[in-house]
């Protein structure tokens, strides 16, 4: 029953992939702009979620609300001082700014507080359940649920809120969205926050399952998240999800076959895979260029 | 007529340059240290020029130039490590090696357009060096020892064949096809210009000399691993590029001079150095977004020779 540990595993890495790559694929569906900034809002939730249980005895649910509540900030004056007035700017100005966002908190992280890591503390017992002979832990239980509630949350908000009609009117085409009323700005800026609370939601998560956070530590599951996003179709919230899962799944696989060195190359090699077979990904639409 | 007589000026001013600073080494007036800083700066002079080439003239997006960098770091490494083959022709094979990888990675990457080619060359930088921490025979993480034979001569000539390569190139037929590409592919393509194949060549020479500074990178510091060449170094190279100005080669040049000294000044200060980097990297975006120099170069602010691009 190795192979049904693994998949356990794969899902409960796959869970943090789906939560981070749904900030991606909503900013990228919103603004066309891929916020790199955005595995660093993962690591910023991450280390709020650190200080409200190690230093502030906060739950891991209150220490979850208040990592996302901040993220969300944290998302929208990112949105706000640097992002906003490059909305006509050139695809390249654009990326090079987040990525200089990126590297911003990063360093801002490293001068105020250093480079080492800081191990989370464990606020559950470790139990686990037997299950068809493999073990599933109660924290893989855990971050599962409260993956799954924060996503029919999403998909709540974005088909039935006012707030989620807007934002798919403004990714099909913001112009007519300001014809019709709405106001564009304030969507991209509740788009962000959504992303960014989903971010930081996904660091905690991270901090309690691998236990082990450094400031460094969004750069990677990022970029993965990323590619799991362009795996599911970039613009679309069920295909990040899916993205993400499968990317996780994938991930445990390569580690199970004894490559775990190799695994970090799973997903990029995934990624060169699906652009140059399918670029619009499994759930996206071929968009036609125009002249 | 005019073309050549620049020309001539450049090469002597080259020479010149060449001649006081080695001059000054022989003389004992720049030591040791500061010796390594010139040649730490030819090698940001000639990543920053050989990306230029990617994303200035052609205007593709790549972010994964320590990908090339470390190939002809690891190839020229191995050459003269366990083959003993002199440096000059490890600096050969290691150009070759980046410049395959070059087209390796072109061919299928350079179809993507902007933020899906971006992420792609990140993704084959990282696979590249993925590998090269799996494979044994090259120390895999820990590193592979290497005898330091990069010196200032080396390191300048490289520069000088760099941007002579890259200058010419860009002034050539070629080089206009590239800029069209960068001004609007789908008027170019429109036009017959075949711009799969410009982009692909622009992205194997912009290769091959990363390979080149790879190599002698390789051959300065005693040992390389593969942590070196992630992705943080290719967005320090892409630093350069987007400070001089997207399209100017003297801008990189001088973004890459201007980044070394202040890079080797807080060393001490990694986290300040990045915190200003990457705030200067947003306002210039926010302020200026073409770069200092935008798509002018040097030669033509000052009206040195005929206008109209640099000729070394």
Known sequence: MEWLQQLVNGISLGSIYALIALGYTMVYGIIKLINFAHGDVFMLGAFIGFFAIARWDMGFFPALLLAMLLCAIIGVIIERVAYKRLRNATRIAALITAIGVSLLIEYTVIFFRGATPEAYPQIMAETSINFLGANISTKSLLILMVTIVLMLLLQFIVHKTKIGKAMRAVSHDADAARLMGINVDNTISATFAIGSALAGAAGVIFGFYYTRIDPLMGILPGLKAFVAAVLGGIGSIPGAMVGGLVLGVVESIVNAVGYSLWRDAAAFVILIFILIVKPSGIFGKNVREKV | ?312
């Open chain 2, 1 to 312: 007529m005019k073309k050549s007589k620049a020309f001539l000026g450049y090469s002597i001013l080259a020479l010149v340059i060449y001649a006081v600073v080695q001059g000054m080494i022989m003389g004992g007036m720049i030591d040791s240290y500061y010796q390594n800083i010139l040649v730490t700066m030819c090698i940001n002079i000639m990543l920053a020029v050989s990306l230029h080439i990617v994303i200035g003239v052609t205007g593709q997006f790549s972010i994964g130039h320590a990908g090339f960098m470390a190939v002809g770091a690891y190839f020229s490494a191995i050459a003269t490590m366990e083959f003993g083959l002199p440096f000059s022709i490890a600096i050969v094979i290691g150009a070759i090696a980046a410049g395959l990888a070059g087209l390796l990675v072109g061919i299928p990457t350079l179809r993507l357009k902007g933020d899906y080619l971006a992420i792609a060359t990140l993704g084959f930088a990282e696979i590249i060096r993925i590998v090269f921490v799996n494979v044994d025979y090259v120390g895999g993480a820990a590193g592979m020892a290497v005898n330091q034979m990069s010196n200032w001569t080396y390191a300048y000539l490289g520069v000088i064949v760099t941007i002579l390569v890259i200058s010419n190139f860009t002034n050539s037929r070629h080089g206009r096809g590239c800029i069209s590409v960068r001004e609007d592919e789908i008027a170019a393509d429109a036009m017959g210009i075949n711009t799969t194949y410009y982009k692909v060549v622009a992205f194997t020479i912009g290769a091959i000399f990363a390979g080149v500074a790879g190599s002698i990178f390789a051959h300065n510091f005693f040992i390389i691993q593969p942590t070196t060449f992630n992705f943080l170094k290719s967005f320090d190279i892409l630093i350069l590029v987007v400070l001089g100005g997207l399209g100017s080669l003297s801008g990189s040049v001088i973004a890459a001079v201007f980044i070394t000294f202040i890079s080797a000044y807080l060393a001490n200060f990694t986290e300040t150095r990045m915190i200003i980097y990457s705030l200067v990297l947003i306002l210039v975006m926010l302020y200026r977004p073409t770069g200092l120099m935008g798509t002018k170069e040097i030669t033509q602010m000052l009206k040195f020779g005929k206008k109209g691009g640099s000729n070394v």
